[in-house]
């Protein structure tokens, strides 16, 4: 007998152990260009490879989270985000007996879109396509899996499963997504990766504001979750030096959220009565989420990021001068079409120039953009 696991002894072994909600492999609604099923691999392992060897994931590691890329080599850039987010979203599906594979896939694709210089640059790429349906990331990770990534020949898109799509749909809406909105939920799998992203951004944030001195720990004793947790586990915030706060806060901040999002979920998962994969699609209500008063402390928390890192003047203020940059950048493109790439090109006749643009620099990296500046802007 042969010691090697095919992918019919994998989706055996997903029906014999993952919980009766959780997406089976096996069961998936295929992709919309049928292929051959793998030997060795289910659907959602395939897909998570596409995404890790495409170009959009690659381009990851110098896109902005929250310091602008390349201004600190310990702060998170969009890739090692993203593999946080992967490695939580493993550990909620693992823990509630759901797909790891499948929500593994929906984490690694669900940054694809982002524009280059974080929060800002979201925000600037919207402003400059107000008038042409806006920039919004979700919406984008769906374009760049779907339309922008192109390795196959015969069609636009990385082809991946529809369960995949469907997590990464997320917030997007239907102009950018047919076919994906026939339930109001997504697959339990697809719901995780929305709540490891919180998660992982509520910790590593603040870490790495922490590390920049831009957050002090006395400042933390104000919001109830970091008090809390601080004072279940003897940390006195009021009185710790920020290296301590900054190694001790996010460990245990993010497994205070797993703790909370497993329990809640688990507790809403039995209650709904689900028996099967369609049955979560079809609640009107998530059931991956964190309790109610958690929910709310995180609320406050998310205030507090705002206010004081993501638009902190020296976070701020570096990532708008980068925005000005981009906004010259669009609107040299719209000057004269002639200078953007030759796949945004290709794109024009079917989205128009401004799109067309408008996806070109939100796959763009950091340091491409300020380069494309460079050349389009020469100094005198
Ligand atoms: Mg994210």
């Not at 390349?70 to 979203?89: F, P």
């Amino acid at each position: 007998m042969s010691l090697l696991r095919t992918r019919e002894d994998i989706e055996r072994h997903e029906i014999q152990t993952l919980a009766p909600f959780a997406q089976q492999s096996r069961a998936t609604r295929g992709r919309l260009h049928p292929q051959p099923a793998h030997r060795w691999r289910t659907e959602y392992q395939r897909d998570v490879a596409r995404i890790i060897h495409s170009a959009a994931f690659r381009r990851l590691e110098y896109k902005t989270q929250v310091f602008l890329n390349g201004t600190g080599d310990h702060y998170r850039t969009r890739l090692t985000h993203t593999m946080e987010v992967a490695s939580i979203s493993r550990t909620l599906a693992r823990s509630l007996g759901l797909n790891e594979d499948l929500a593994e896939a929906v984490a690694l694709a669900h940054d694809l879109g982002h524009s280059p210089f974080g929060h800002s640059g979201e925000e600037t790429l919207d402003r400059l396509l107000k008038d042409h349906g806006g920039f919004d990331h979700n919406d984008q990770s769906l374009r760049v899996v779907t339309l922008i990534e192109s390795p196959y020949g015969d069609f636009d898109g990385l082809n991946l499963s529809f369960e995949v799509l469907e997590g990464v749909q997320k917030h997007a809406t239907a102009r950018t997504a047919p076919g994906l909105g026939d339930y109001p939920c997504a697959c339990l799998e697809g719901q995780i990766a929305d709540l490891a992203d919180e998660i992982a951004y509520y910790s590593h944030d603040l870490q790495d504001g922490l590390e920049a001195g831009l957050i002090q720990p006395a400042q933390l004793a104000g919001i109830a979750v970091c008090a809390d947790i601080s004072r279940t586990n003897g940390l006195d915030l009021a009185g710790t030096d920020a290296k301590t706060a900054r190694f001790s806060l996010a460990r245990l901040l993010s497994n205070h959220l797993i703790h909370d999002v497993l329990e809640a979920s688990a507790a809403r998962i039995a209650a709904a009565g689900v028996q099967t994969a369609d049955d979560v699609r079809r609640q009107e209500q998530l059931l991956v989420g964190y309790s109610d008063r958690t929910a709310s402390e995180t609320k406050a928390l998310r205030s507090f990021l705002y206010a004081n890192l993501y638009f902190h003047p020296e976070v701020s203020s570096a990532n708008q001068r980068a925005c000005d940059m981009m906004a010259d950048v669009f609107n040299a493109y719209l000057a004269d079409p002639g200078q953007i790439g030759r796949e945004a090109t290709r794109r024009v006749p079917n989205c128009g120039l401004y799109r067309a643009a408008g996806d070109y620099i939100a796959g763009m990296t950091d340091r491409y953009l300020l380069r494309e500046h460079g050349r389009l802007f020469p100094r005198a």
